[in-house]
């Protein structure tokens, strides 16, 4: 039987290496939310970069600041008008049609002569009263809840704007600031091969970034625009407030930017409160939802974004499941990206053990021809 000695150093030392590793998990557990607000404000610094240089080539002087202003100027406005158009919007027509729906159900149960027989068959002279009294209730209960709701939901409104402005201000100091940080981190590694691999990699991650963002924004601008057309079109044909055309394009547009699932999340809700006001205006949207995703999936999208991050499909639904299980709808947008970066490192970490592999035959035959000339020399 062995017996197995440890002296107290090495017994101090593996159980400081143990608190260490806690004490690092427990300080990145309380800074959770600071690292994601940082990580959002990078993932957006990367993603309006392009942006930045496009307006930047346009202005006299290339000044990059002046472009950067020019950027905020243009994401903010999106922002406010946003925030501004679709929240009132879908508060109202959520709102209208819980007032609405008790007079819908009458008028729909009037129409249904056999409901007070089918009432006398099992037992209630009454069934088509009971309903409107059930809906009524019903419906006073969702605008009370709504009333409760939006007046304890202002904090959590204040702490979302509070991390937004946040996360805006470290994006236009990583522009600004970010691009001369990054030089001289890498001037301390001039000369070493593998930092001028390794900077290639952070140039194709930031790459794939800001290339499948702006693929992404211009697939949802046309959908928010197709969607905006269509529901004109549905809102002058059933008589619909044509108002609502700009927030609902606005809703699928957002919407769209979710992978995979996102464009058509947007269109059912979008649907929804059509049928709020005419269920025949909310199902010939939900038509046209069903028709303009296969154009989307099949035309538009392999167009603007061509082979895109050459991902395969279980590896983009498995890196959506993840962000949303752990971020949520952000989750969700900044998950594809992310395992491009991921597939980027495994790449380079490919290729680089292909030139070892490269360097060793080089070396051990040029070990074999200095024996050789040793040989011959003697």
């Known amino acids: 039987m062995y017996k197995v000695t440890v002296d107290t150093k090495t017994f101090i030392?593996?159980?400081?290496?143990?608190?260490?590793?806690?004490?690092?998990g427990f300080l990145l557990f309380q800074a959770a939310?600071?690292?994601?607000?940082?990580?959002?404000?990078?993932?957006?610094?990367?993603?309006?970069?392009?942006?930045?240089?496009?307006?930047?080539?346009?202005?006299?002087?290339?000044?990059?600041?002046?472009?950067?202003?020019f950027s905020y100027v243009i994401i903010v406005g999106f922002l406010s008008t946003f925030f501004?158009?679709?929240?009132?919007?879908?508060?109202?027509?959520t709102v209208n049609f819980a007032r609405n729906f008790p007079e819908t159900?009458?008028?729909?149960?009037?129409?249904?002569?056999?409901?007070?027989?089918?009432?006398?068959?099992?037992?209630?002279?009454?069934?088509?009263?009971?309903i409107i009294t059930g809906v009524q209730?019903?419906?006073?209960?969702?605008?009370?809840?709504?009333?409760?709701?939006?007046?304890?939901?202002?904090?959590?409104?204040?702490?979302?704007?509070?991390?937004?402005?946040?996360?805006?201000?470290?994006?236009?100091?990583?522009?600004?600031?970010g691009p001369a940080i990054v030089d001289q981190f890498w001037k301390n590694f001039k000369g070493n091969p593998e930092s001028v691999r390794a900077q290639n990699t952070v140039n194709r991650m930031a790459?794939?970034?800001?290339?499948?963002?702006?693929?992404?924004?211009?697939?949802?601008?046309?959908?928010?625009?197709?969607?905006?057309?269509?529901?004109?079109?549905?809102?002058?044909?059933?008589?619909?407030?044509?108002?609502?055309?700009?927030?609902?394009?606005?809703?699928t547009g957002v919407f769209s930017l979710i992978p995979m699932f996102g464009s058509f999340i947007?269109?059912?809700?979008?649907?929804?409160?059509?049928?709020?006001?005419?269920?025949?205006?909310?199902?010939?949207?939900?038509?046209?939802?069903i028709i303009y995703l296969q154009i989307e999936s099949n035309v538009i999208s392999p167009k603007v974004?061509?082979?895109?991050?050459?991902?395969?499909?279980?590896a983009i639904l498995a890196s959506v499941t993840i962000g949303v299980y752990m971020f949520g709808i952000i989750g969700a947008i900044i998950s594809i990206p992310i395992a491009g970066c991921v597939k980027v490192l495994f790449e380079e970490y490919g290729k680089s053990l292909n030139i070892e592999e490269d360097k060793k035959p080089e070396t051990h035959h040029k070990i074999e021809k200095k024996t050789e000339e040793k040989k011959l020399v003697a």
């Open 207 to 251: 790459n794939v970034v800001s290339k499948y963002v702006s693929n992404a924004l211009t697939v949802a601008l046309i959908n928010a625009c197709c969607t905006a057309a269509v529901t004109l079109i549905i809102c002058l044909c059933f008589s619909l407030d044509a108002g609502l055309a700009l927030p609902f394009g606005l809703i």
């Open 266 to 289: 947007g269109g059912c809700i979008v649907a929804l409160l059509l049928a709020f006001n005419v269920w025949g205006a909310g199902l010939a949207f939900l038509i046209y939802t």
């Open 105 to 130: 159900i009458k008028t729909v149960s009037e129409n249904f002569s056999w409901l007070s027989d089918f009432g006398k068959s099992i037992g209630v002279d009454n069934i088509q009263n009971e």
């Open 33 to 69: 939310t600071a690292l994601l607000i940082i990580g959002a404000a990078l993932f957006f610094a990367l993603a309006i970069n392009p942006l930045v240089h496009k307006i930047a080539k346009r202005i006299p002087g290339n000044s990059i600041k002046l472009s950067i202003a």
């Open 84 to 93: 501004a158009i679709v929240v009132p919007t879908i508060i109202n027509e």
């Open 305 to 314: 974004q061509g082979k895109g991050l050459q991902l395969p499909a279980l």
């Open 137 to 177: 209730k019903f419906s006073s209960t969702i605008i009370n809840d709504l009333g409760t709701n939006f007046a304890t939901s202002v904090g959590a409104v204040g702490g979302f704007i509070a991390a937004l402005i946040l996360v805006l201000v470290l994006a236009l100091f990583m522009l600004t600031e």
């Open 13 to 24: 030392r593996f159980w400081l290496v143990i608190l260490g590793f806690a004490a690092v």
